[in-house]
């Protein structure tokens, strides 16, 4: 059977949601871990994780390779994928890059929102691209299996990573900018590029991505997905929530403001509404899926596309990679010698 995958989720974990999940039939999500941590600070979110793990093992596991997947399936748990949304965790050392892999690591972005030491955030004045460090990254990256991820990057430091990638790179949450003119949303444009670099998109249904925000109905979502569908490619379009169940404003702040500045910065918020924003009435928790596929099948997508963009989609997209890349030839057979 195809595999229910969530691309990108960020909740208040507690037995509660792990709970959720199952009864939603949530076979793996890719959980943020970190944002503006340093490497010690993610370390311990991984440590918590740990306890998680020990305290609910016939709910959750941590997922490393995409037969988990298959492995969570059958035993009727959720996998746990780990990723960051920004570089943070590597501090300026590209050598832990295959330390965090080594711990679980399989999704990191090369910024959020700003400048960062890799590339530009989508909220930058200027989008210089890749920096050298960044290309360097990039490179390790693809070597060890961990996902480039560009949600939040600007449009020149997104091509620009798709380009220099040797391994498909995905925007694991937003939206098309056609559809709604969000900062953090992408031009059509650059998803048909990543399309043709065999990249990969995850739909978010976060209300500050949506056409009409928390009023967004459930017809617009699914006929948007279509048209991503088109863009990207049927077998290349996922959903990737943001979801951020039972989180307090003071983590949107966070994520927002981090270390980097001494004022609020509202972000896609405002002054007069400065927290999470409602989420729209279709989807709340891991319980509403199935309100998804529902939805895309009143859209007129066939069962093969649902299928794909509810899960089968991303489960090929890990299969390809969270492994580490194949050394070429004369490398391995110099090595062997």
């Known amino acids: 059977m195809t595999p ?42 991984i440590e918590r994780w740990n306890r998680w793990f020990e305290l609910f093992p016939d709910l959750i596991f941590q997922g490393r390779t995409a037969a988990d997947v298959s492995r969570a399936r059958d035993t009727g748990r ?27 690591l399989r999704f990191m972005q090369l910024t959020y929102n700003n400048q960062s030491l890799l590339a530009s955030g989508c909220y930058e004045d200027t989008d210089s691209g890749l920096t050298r460090m960044g290309r360097a990254v990039v490179s390790e990256m693809n070597r060890v299996g961990m996902v480039v991820d560009m949600s939040h990057s600007a449009e020149r430091s997104t091509r620009e990573a798709i380009e220099h990638s040797t391994r498909p790179i995905t925007i694991s949450h937003a939206n098309l900018h056609s559809w709604h003119p969000a900062l953090r949303n992408k031009s059509d444009t650059l998803l048909r590029a990543l399309g043709q670099s065999g990249g990969f998109l995850g739909l978010s249904v976060y209300p500050h991505h949506l056409k009409g925000g928390s009023a ?33 404003d003071s983590i949107v702040e966070w994520m927002r403001t981090g270390r980097w500045t001494k004022t609020v910065d509202y972000g896609e918020g405002s002054a007069d509404a400065p927290g999470f924003p409602p989420m729209p009435a279709w989807f709340h ?37 969270f492994g580490p890349a194949e050394m070429p030839q004369t490398l391995s057979r110099r090595a062997v010698g």
């Not at 949601?17 to 503006?36: K, L, S």
């Not at 859209?299 to 299969?319: C, K, P, T």
């Open 4 to 45: 229910l995958i969530d691309g990108l989720q960020y909740a208040n974990w507690s037995e509660k949601i792990f709970r959720q999940m199952r009864a939603g039939g949530v076979d793996a999500v890719h959980v943020t871990i970190t944002y503006h941590e340093t490497f010690r600070e993610t370390v311990q979110v």
């Open 285 to 321: 928790d891991n319980r509403d899926f199935g309100s998804l596929r529902a939805g895309l099948k009143a859209a007129g997508l066939d069962l093969a596309a649902i299928d794909g963009v509810m899960g089968g989609n991303w489960h090929r997209f890990f299969e390809i990679s």
């Open 78 to 104: 959720t996998a746990i994928f780990f990723g960051s949304q920004n570089p943070s965790c590597i501090e300026d050392d590209i050598g832990l890059v295959e330390v965090l892999h080594t711990l679980g």
């Open 216 to 248: 967004c109905t459930l017809q617009d979502w699914c006929d948007m997905v279509a048209r991503a569908l088109d863009l990207v490619g049927p077998r290349q379009v996922g959903i990737g929530t943001d979801l951020c169940q039972d989180q307090p």
